[in-house]
């Protein structure tokens, strides 16, 4: 088995949509980034490249390549997926949470769940999100931006 942290914060601005485990939000910010900004698939893609010691999505994904200007970040997750495939591991599990002080978040969770599993092949069984506010405290708080945090469990093939 290998466990893997990530780690992804993007700022909200106007203009944007707000595109969080492959669900478009309605909201009157979205947040900013080279892809689509998709800061929970981000972070799951950092934890998944983390337990593999592959680096990071910088280095797989560079916002420096215009292929990956507005792309879907479930494509990218496609693509984190294969590399996993080919080292040999499965999901075990994965644990996320999305600091954001708005929008509410819960109403969207079933299907941010859903997406995931399904572009990493797992039950959604093995796929947790919570969201969660920062009591208006900082970036969060202060709706500057949304960051997520996550961890995976993979296991051998």
Same mark, same amino acid.
């Given at each position: 088995m290998k466990i893997g942290f990530g780690y992804d914060v993007h700022k909200l601005v106007e203009n944007r949509k707000l595109i969080i485990g492959?669900? =478009?939000?309605?909201?009157?910010?979205?947040?900013?980034?080279?892809?689509?900004? =998709?800061?929970?698939v981000h972070s799951i893609m950092d934890s998944i490249l983390g337990a593999l010691a592959l680096g990071d999505i910088g280095k797989h994904f560079p916002d420096t390549d215009p292929k990956y200007k507005d792309i879907s970040s479930l494509i990218l997750l496609e693509n984190v997926y294969k590399s996993m495939k080919e080292e040999g591991y499965k999901i075990g599990n994965i644990d996320a949470t999305v600091a954001a002080q708005s929008p509410k978040l819960a109403s969207y969770i079933e299907e941010m769940r859903k997406n995931i599993g399904r572009i990493l092949n797992t039950p959604i069984d093995n796929i947790n999100i919570k969201a969660t506010t920062t009591e208006e405290l900082g970036f969060v708080g202060q709706k500057e931006g949304i960051s997520s945090y996550s961890v995976c469990l993979l296991q051998r093939i």
């Amino acid at each position: 088995m290998k466990i893997g942290f990530g780690y992804d914060v993007h700022k909200l601005v106007e203009n944007r949509k707000l595109i969080i485990g492959g669900v =478009d939000i309605p909201h009157e910010k979205g947040l900013l980034g080279h892809s689509d900004a =998709d800061v929970l698939v981000h972070s799951i893609m950092d934890s998944i490249l983390g337990a593999l010691a592959l680096g990071d999505i910088g280095k797989h994904f560079p916002d420096t390549d215009p292929k990956y200007k507005d792309i879907s970040s479930l494509i990218l997750l496609e693509n984190v997926y294969k590399s996993m495939k080919e080292e040999g591991y499965k999901i075990g599990n994965i644990d996320a949470t999305v600091a954001a002080q708005s929008p509410k978040l819960a109403s969207y969770i079933e299907e941010m769940r859903k997406n995931i599993g399904r572009i990493l092949n797992t039950p959604i069984d093995n796929i947790n999100i919570k969201a969660t506010t920062t009591e208006e405290l900082g970036f969060v708080g202060q709706k500057e931006g949304i960051s997520s945090y996550s961890v995976c469990l993979l296991q051998r093939i």
